[in-house]
């Protein structure tokens, strides 16, 4: 039906323009009354089409989109271009339906098609109210949906996930084989494979109480701590090196340490927040709590000659402002640096607001990384106690044993100072006087100051409460309060990506209205909410409910109907399929081995690295390898050169942590089949692996057997057995005929078995499902 | 390029890449590369992640530009430290007049410098110049071999940059951006092409001097864009890959068959379970396989005839820019998109006998003469020089005063780094030939005619390999990301 009344509205701006709205209103007008979604219908438009020129970068005619009050506003020509109500009133849609090309919107590319017009039309009709981006309006306690599959009734996560698969037209995948299961969750958990033990006792009673055994172990092991600090290593940009040109050593392993203990602790993630961001600004703060300052230290210093330290200082603060944003946010604030978001609601003045809390920190891109607290080693720690308490206990005695003893207190004093401190970079909030003022940078330019600015948080995000000091520990508060939309929700869908391979968002590092919607949106706010309230911001409880679940106990396999409908598993109806990160690729071949050392802490260790990779102008310090178990330590010990990191690991994707990275982009790619095929640290693995296989019987059938079952926990398919036992004989032949036998790390071995029996080994750390997590 | 390939070209590019990312809003960009494991499927359309898939199995497969490119691929000789304009091109006599006298305080005002303090002389040329060839291009009596050559190069003599600190101008040169994070110029042209071989990496590069260059290796970093994309560094000692030999012991036939078996059992793997990535791994192993003979065989120079070897000043074995230019042309020959040389030590202060223009300056153009001449030649010969772009330059150049750090007059003579005005030089790849374009004052201390800023050079380059640096984009953080950041005009003038 045609609605008149428009019509006679738009007589008046020419006949092309009326018959193109007279085509769509008989297109559209049955629908006139259902209620336009903002977020999921207009705002897809705005910002694919208008928002480039009409937005926080750049305002055209005055006219801006990216806020309700500057929609509304009068633009350049004195009227405003949305009248609410009347579509046909407003400039905006006598703009996009103009006839001449030279006039309509948008200038560039073709027209809207008439479906998105339509909407646009029927938004303002209804009074174009605005809303907020989804993730800026906080999580609210999502009702668990009922389902009456069996095994999938008790986990709230299953309920959520199988409703939205079932819409999919998906159903679920049987559980993963015991064995399958065990590797997934010990890998997921501690970062290393299982051990062949855990692996029996599922296999011997696949029972879910098993299971959750089998989980609460994990989650109590030290490995747990290392693994997950390996995840918050990018996020803080962690390395031992300070970046820029010298690139020098910086003893940072200490706030490593930190983390690891945070993890193991379960120290809740509102206190870890807080202690990282302000630990120095608590109340009386002990020492761990400095430590954790140690986060925000991680940023560069340039100590290159002739260099600005001022200019350093900035960019160091920049950074720590970008990195608070993108670990606890999921917002890209970089943007704002320069001007106002483009798309998301934060003004350009806001970033300085933001940036004011950390402006007043006491360090100042200097060589000495001023101010540093000394911190020992765990071991060290326990010495000086040690002394310390034998000098204490001598003194207190009568002062004639003292004068007997003085002696021995002086030898004992001299050990305790030859144990020598590590200055340790920290957070240090400078003294009342001493207070920089904060300016805008006029497009971004440290150098070109704007308005001065107080500290302060975006006018989009919720109110910095009067209750709270405005310093960094304020806002390090206001980060974890309950009313911030962000936190958990970013936090829960990072751990929930680690685990499934892609995030309920899949644009980690992006919860503005450029990143990917979630893809169950009501599980991520009923995880969100029931984090903060009932798991009391604590990871473990969140962890163990999402491997718990049935969703996550899924086989992997794929399906040919999966495969069609939903190849990237998107809607969740197997298991996680994903290639092992860096570190865990590098612990699983040491561990399997049984060469891994399960040493944990203190300052980062060198194993073996091919000769004149440290090439680093005006900077002494050399690769030295490490000796004796230090060699196999896991790949979170590694020495971190931010402009040289360790090869084998930036070939599997691991960021160079010169910034914060929230989402590492698995590639596969020649250069990784080589690291795993010949870097001396996996040949060294294949050859100990090979020597436990020897071990482990007298017949071929019975090594080649205990090889594939300690990588893969599972006995080779009978087609898989004789491919290994081809390569075998193949490389036997050739090592028999060839006398001079393997050399690797400095070593020969002769005996032909051995040697067949390291490359079947080799081949068998660089197979899919070795490398995959599945 | 034949009509009959211009339609291919044309009809290409309505399904490139770039193409089908403009139309994506997604948070990676819409970029769906076959070995983006997990993320490989990534949507395009709406922000809905489920939408429209691509599949595109092999990220270095080559790509059509987004018009008709005049150059196919580059090399790029990046003189690291910044070698002295004023004494190798932008000859400038009137300097010489000026040598030894008071720097007037015009100059001085409002400049900040690395190294300068108070009151600076002026420092004449140090060396003799010359005008060459049908082009009449002045070169100083350092370059003798280069001097015989100048008909075929274009110069840029009035660059100027941002950064006076050696490893933010190499960012800005070769990432668009002093600040750490940006994909390197070879990262986004690999990106955007792909190369032409598959058995060698897209993007490789080369560094002699001793060292690598100041900023370290995110001068060649990928930045945001998938590892995939960042420069293999290779080296003339050791491996020229990591980890491309096998261990010792281990022949050919035995690697053959551990690749064979390992992709056996993979192949197994891949009926049970369906995963297409599995497809993916097996033929990276296959690539891994090829890499470890073609790389080393790419490698080896000593199967270049005699007169080549004394063209360039090549001893095989040896770690050198001279090799070095050798297998640029070696890797150009083969079809690899970006090669990129750094050559360290020509940073000029004057404050040591490595450092200054009589000595460490002296030493490093006899290091580059004779083989960037020999690699101009060897390309021409060979027909290559055509449609392989060559590029010469530092991060930034030297100033016409002498420096004085701390005030003082050091023992050597050199120039402070210095961002107004700087020359390099670019061949080949439908660059004008004998053309020298920009001029500066007449101490060459401010350039007054056709600056070229660095952001110009790159939208330049990237335009003579049919891409406008404007369309190259990659969403990151929420943005369009692209090497010119939002700076850039190509350069129509030098292009022939």
Redesign the interface.
């Known amino acids: 039906m045609i609605n008149f009344k428009s019509f006679k509205r738009i007589i008046p701006f020419g006949f092309t323009g009326a018959m193109a709205i007279l085509v769509l209103g008989l297109s559209c007008n049955d629908q006139e009354d259902e209620k336009v979604d903002f977020n999921a219908e207009v705002r897809p438009i705005i910002n694919n089409k208008c928002i480039s020129c009409h937005g926080g970068v750049k305002q055209s005619g005055k006219f801006s989109l990216l806020f309700e009050s500057e929609a509304l506003a009068a633009t350049k020509s004195g009227e405003p271009a949305i009248v609410p109500g009347h579509a046909d009133e407003s400039e905006m849609i006598k703009r996009i339906l103009h006839e001449d090309p030279e006039v309509r919107m948008p200038p560039e590319g073709p027209p809207l098609d008439p479906k998105e017009i339509d909407i646009l039309k029927k938004w303002i009709n209804q009074g174009a109210k605005w809303e907020d981006h989804w993730s800026f309006i906080p999580p609210t306690d999502k009702e668990i949906p009922e389902i009456s599959e069996s095994g999938w009734t008790d986990n709230p996560i299953d309920a959520f996930v199988l409703e939205k698969m079932e819409e999919k037209g998906l159903s679920p995948s049987p559980q993963a084989p015991a064995a399958t299961l065990a590797r997934r969750l010990s890998l997921d958990l501690t970062g290393l494979p299982p051990t062949p033990e855990m692996v029996k006792k599922l296999e011997e009673s696949p029972e879910l109480t098993t299971y959750e055994e089998l989980v609460d172990e994990l989650l109590a092991s030290p490995q747990y701590g290392e693994r997950w600090a390996a995840m918050w290593m990018d996020l803080a940009r962690y390395a031992d090196t300070k970046g820029y040109q010298k690139d020098r050593h910086r003893p940072m392993w200490k706030f490593r340490d930190w983390v690891i203990d945070a993890f193991n602790a379960d120290m809740p993630f509102d206190q870890f927040t807080i202690e990282q961001i302000a630990g120095d600004l608590l109340p009386n703060p002990n020492k761990d709590q400095l430590i954790a300052t140690g986060f925000h230290r991680n940023t560069m210093t340039n100590d290159e000659s002739g260099t600005d330290d001022e200019e350093f200082r900035v960019a160091a603060v920049l950074d720590r402002v970008n990195t608070t944003w993108e670990v606890w946010q999921g917002i890209t604030f970089a943007c704002v640096q320069c001007h106002s978001h483009p798309y998301d609601p934060i003004k350009h003045e806001e970033f300085y607001e933001f940036y004011a809390f950390f402006n007043n920190t006491s360090d100042a891109d200097t060589w000495t990384d001023s101010p540093t607290m000394p911190v020992y080693t765990k071991i060290e720690e326990q010495e000086r106690a040690n002394i310390l308490h034998w000098i204490d206990s001598v003194k207190s005695a009568s002062p004639k044993t003292n004068y007997q003893f003085a002696h021995q207190i002086e030898e004992k004093e001299a050990e305790l100072k030859s144990i020598r401190p590590d200055p340790l970079p920290v957070m240090e909030e400078l003294s009342a006087d001493e207070r920089r003022q904060t300016f805008v940078f006029e497009r971004g330019n440290w150098m070109e100051h704007g308005k001065e600015v107080q500290p302060g948080v975006p006018g989009s995000m919720p109110k910095f409460s009067d209750t709270l000091p405005n310093n960094r520990l304020g806002l390090a508060k206001w980060i974890v309060s309950d009313d911030n939309p962000l936190t958990a929700r970013v936090t829960v869908n990072r751990i929930w990506a680690q685990l499934f391979g892609r995030g309920i968002v899949e644009t980690q590092e992006d919860f503005g209205s450029q990143g990917f919607e979630p893809t169950h949106p009501e599980l991520l706010d009923w995880m969100a909410v029931n984090w903060m309230k009932e798991q009391h911001w604590q990871l473990k409880p969140l962890l163990k409910m999402m491997v718990m679940s049935a969703t996550y106990r899924q086989s992997s396999e794929l399906s040919k109907e999966a495969l069609d409908k939903d190849a990237a598993n998107y809607w969740l109806s197997r298991g996680p399929r994903v290639r092992l990160t860096a570190e865990q690729v590098r612990d699983q071949a040491l561990a399997v081995s049984g060469l891994l050392s399960k040493k944990m802490f203190g300052p980062s260790v060198m194993p073996p690295q091919p000769d004149g990779v440290w090439q680093v102008i005006n900077n002494p310090e050399k690769w030295i390898e490490s000796k004796g178990d230090d060699k196999h330590r896991r790949g979170i010990y590694t020495y971190w050169r931010r402009t040289s990191p360790y090869p084998s690991m930036v070939s599997f994707d691991s960021p160079s942590r010169e910034f914060c990275v929230n989402r590492r982009i698995r590639t596969n790619t020649p250069l990784q089949a080589l690291v795993t095929m010949n870097d001396p640290v996996y040949v060294e693995a294949a050859q100990a692996l090979a020597l436990k296989m020897k071990a482990a019987g007298s017949t071929l059938d019975e090594q080649l057997k205990e090889g594939y079952e300690l990588a893969l926990f599972k006995q080779p398919k009978p087609q898989v057995l004789n491919s290994l036992k081809e390569l075998y004989q193949t490389a036997y032949l050739h090592f028999e005929a060839n006398g001079e036998g393997l050399e690797n790390l400095g070593k020969q071995e002769t005996d032909p078995s051995i040697n067949a029996l390291t490359m079947v080994a080799n081949s068998i750390l660089n197979l899919d499902g070795f490398i995959t997590k599945d | 390029m034949n009509l009959f390939e211009e339609v291919i070209y044309k009809n290409a590019e309505l399904n490139t890449r770039r193409h089908f990312l403009k139309k994506c809003?997604?948070?990676?960009g819409g970029l769906a590369?076959?070995?983006?494991?997990?993320?490989?499927?990534?949507?395009c359309g709406?922000?809905?992640?489920?939408g429209q898939?691509a599949d595109l199995n092999n990220?270095m497969k080559a790509l059509p530009s987004h018009f008709i490119p005049k150059a196919k691929r580059v090399i790029y000789l990046h003189m690291a430290g910044a070698p002295s304009q004023l004494e190798l091109f932008d000859f400038k006599p009137e300097l010489q007049k000026l040598n030894g006298l008071d720097c007037p305080p015009s100059l001085l005002e409002g400049k900040?410098f690395?190294?300068i303090q108070g009151t600076p002389q002026m420092l004449g040329p140090q060396y003799q110049f010359k005008q060459y060839g049908q082009s009449g291009a002045w070169v100083s009596d350092r370059l003798p071999y280069f001097s015989q050559n100048v008909d075929d190069v274009s110069f840029l003599k009035a660059m100027h940059t941002d950064e006076?600190?050696?490893?933010p101008a190499q960012l800005l040169m070769q990432t668009g951006s002093a600040?750490?994070?940006k994909p390197s110029i070879g990262s986004w042209v690999t990106y955007g092409l792909g190369s032409e071989n598959q058995n060698l990496p897209g993007f490789v590069v080369f560094?002699s001097g001793?060292?690598?260059?100041?900023?370290?290796?995110?001068i060649w970093?990928s930045g945001f864009l998938?590892?995939?994309y960042q420069g293999?560094q290779c080296?003339s000692?050791?491996?020229p890959?990591?980890?491309?030999?096998?261990?010792?012991?281990?022949?050919r036939?035995?690697?053959e068959?551990?690749?064979d078996?390992?992709n056996?059992?993979?192949r197994?793997?891949?009926q049970?379970?369906?995963?297409?990535?599995?497809m993916?791994?097996i033929s990276?192993?296959e690539?891994?396989f090829k890499?470890?003979v073609s790389v080393p065989e790419t490698m080896d120079i000593s199967d270049e005839p005699k007169y080549i070897h004394e063209m360039y000043g090549t001893e095989p074995g040896k770690s050198s820019f001279a090799n070095n230019c050798l297998l640029a042309r070696r890797l150009a020959e083969k079809g690899v998109r970006f090669i990129q040389l750094y050559h360290?030590g020509w940073d000029s202060h004057g404050s040591n006998q490595k450092e200054s223009l009589h000595h460490g300056f002296n030493d490093r153009c006899q290091e580059v003469d004779k083989p960037m001449s020999a690699l101009l030649q060897d390309l021409k010969q060979r027909g290559l020089l055509d449609d392989t772009l060559v590029i010469w330059g530092g991060e930034f150049g030297r100033t016409p005063m002498r420096e004085n750090r701390g005030g003082k007059e050091m023992k050597f003579q050199g120039r402070d780094?210095h961002l107004e005005a700087f020359t390099i030089w670019m061949a080949g790849g439908g660059v004008k030939p004998g053309l020298s374009y920009g001029e500066t004052d007449e101490i060459g201390y401010y350039g007054i005619k056709d600056r070229v800023h660095v952001h110009d050079l790159q939208a330049t380059i990237l335009h003579l390999l049919g891409m406008d640096h404007e369309k190259l984009t990659y969403?990151f953080?929420?943005?369009d990301f692209r090497l010119t950041d939002v700076h850039g005009n190509v350069v129509e003038k030098i292009i022939a």
């Open positions: 809003l997604s948070g990676m590369l076959g070995s983006l494991l997990g993320s490989s499927l990534t949507s709406s922000n809905d992640p489920t898939m990220p900040r690395a190294f006076f600190n050696h490893a600040r750490l994070g560094v001793g060292t690598t260059p100041s900023a370290g290796k995110s970093g998938p590892t995939v293999v080296r000692k050791g491996d890959v990591l980890y491309l030999s096998d261990p010792k012991g281990v022949s036939e035995l690697r068959k551990t690749i078996i390992i056996d059992i993979n197994q793997q891949y049970e379970v369906g995963d297409p990535e599995i993916t791994r990276q192993y690539m891994a890499m470890q360290y780094h969403q953080q929420g943005r």
